[in-house]
């Protein structure tokens, strides 16, 4: 072969073409096929989102119902699963029981993985879409002590995730409209960002032609991590620190400051955006208004806010182009909802699910060729093999 160019991080490497998500980072503008995220938040729901990202067309009414009607007839799971879900210390961190659990899906559903034709496909597709929230409303329900059920098929399919989610077994349920139509836009705003790490996880799994969702699963081990979607937990045990410590914001700007203290400003920077991320506006202004819908008030919105002022106006923050991203306010919404602190990158992947599913779709349907990177080796030359007795 050729010369190889090395590219850590992939920071200039474009890995394919794509029609789905288009990002300029300079100019901090996001749109799902063509459709700003702004006007998508405030006017679109989820499930038409998620339709929207994964087949290039907003639905019409006819193709939005049959897609959610496919959707509700996957939504079960194996009552089986309940026996591995059961097998996890309650400690178990979310992400990784979900991981898991996504998984295993495959092993209930083996024909999911042979997807040589269209139909196959879309079968793979809405048995993820149906079963996925399921598994999410699950662990956590399995953390809190609560029995597991399954949804309601009379609700929207946000409306369904939060019953499924917060039902509990002695009180009848009372569907809140703030929470929903919160969860909704969030879930928006975090359905896809073309080829981030976690994306681009589910692409290159994908490629070997693994299944759907072997690949979705690898997925949701790339997100844990806390520089990807794990920051929205990170940001609020933060925020949280510093409030303990008495809200000195200072201290901890001079910590991420400092270079010899691997201590980072989680919620801030971004490897495209480089003058604002356009979810975190939304996301801020939500931020606002739900909690002032709900009746909560938080100290630690007004640390969040007290942070982000200092750092915007900091010569470090500044000549690198640090700005709030999307995991910077998010988690501060979830807190109010009441969704306890270890789920809320679970809340991310159920938003990123229709992104995943799309790109992988999108790989599949071009016929790309395994995923295979190549390197150049710095390790030893050639050296006979030493005996156990002589090392
Ligand atoms: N706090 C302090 N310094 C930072 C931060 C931060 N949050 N982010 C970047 N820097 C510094 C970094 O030390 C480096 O400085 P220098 O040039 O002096 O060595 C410079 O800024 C460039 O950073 P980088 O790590 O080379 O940039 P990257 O593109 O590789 O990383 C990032 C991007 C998002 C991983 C990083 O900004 C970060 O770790 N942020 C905190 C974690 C976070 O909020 N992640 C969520 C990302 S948004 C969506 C998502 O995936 O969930």
């Known amino acids: 072969g050729g010369v190889i160019t090395i590219d850590p991080g992939y920071k200039n490497t474009g890995s394919c073409e794509s029609g789905i998500t288009f990002l300029d980072g300079e100019k901090g503008i996001l749109r799902y096929r063509g459709y700003a995220i702004e006007e998508l938040a405030e006017k679109a729901d989820f499930l038409e989102v998620a339709y929207l990202l994964i087949f290039g067309e907003l639905p019409n009414k006819e193709q939005l119902d049959k897609f959610h009607a496919d959707i509700k007839e996957q939504a079960i799971v194996d009552e089986e699963v309940k026996k591995i879900l059961d097998g996890f210390p309650k400690a178990a961190h979310p992400m990784g029981v979900l991981s898991s659990l996504t998984s295993a899906l495959t092993s209930f559903n083996p024909s999911s993985v ?76 975090h359905a896809d960002h073309e080829q981030n790490c976690s994306t681009s996880t589910v692409r290159i799994v994908g490629s070997s032609h693994a299944g759907l969702f072997a690949s979705i699963s690898a997925g949701i081990s790339a997100l844990w991590g806390p520089l990807h979607g794990g920051a929205n937990q990170a940001v609020l045990e933060m925020l949280e620190a510093i409030k303990e410590d008495g809200g000195d914001t200072k201290k901890y700007m001079a910590k991420a400051k400092d270079k010899s203290d691997p201590f980072r400003l989680m919620g801030f920077g971004h490897r495209v955006y480089k003058n604002f991320d356009p979810r975190a506006k939304i996301i801020k202004v939500a931020a606002d208004e739900v909690l002032g819908d709900l009746g909560v008030e938080d100290p630690i919105l007004d640390i969040a806010k007290g942070l982000e002022k200092e750092a915007l106006e900091d010569q470090y923050f500044v000549d690198r182009k640090l700005y709030p991203n999307v995991d910077f306010y998010s988690g501060i919404i979830y807190r109010a909802m009441g969704i306890p602190v270890e789920m809320f990158t679970v809340m991310f992947a159920l938003g990123r699910l229709p992104g995943w599913i799309a790109q992988w779709r999108e790989m599949r349907l071009r016929k790309e060729p395994i995923g295979r990177p190549r390197q150049v080796y710095i390790g030893e030359n050639y050296r006979p093999f030493k005996e156990i007795s002589n090392r």
């Not at 879309?122 to 597991?148: C, D, E, Q, S």
């Not at 995730?161 to 879930?187: G, H, S």
């Open 114 to 189: 042979d997807v040589d034709s269209e139909e196959a496909m879309y079968n793979a597709i809405v048995k993820i879409l149906g079963k996925f929230p399921v598994l999410v409303a699950w662990t956590m329900r399995k953390k809190k002590g609560l029995p597991l059920d399954y949804g309601d098929d009379s609700l929207g399919y946000v409306e369904n995730i939060m019953k499924m989610m917060f039902k509990r077994p002695n009180q009848e349920y009372v569907q809140n409209n703030i929470i929903v139509n919160a969860i909704d836009k969030l879930l928006i705003l």
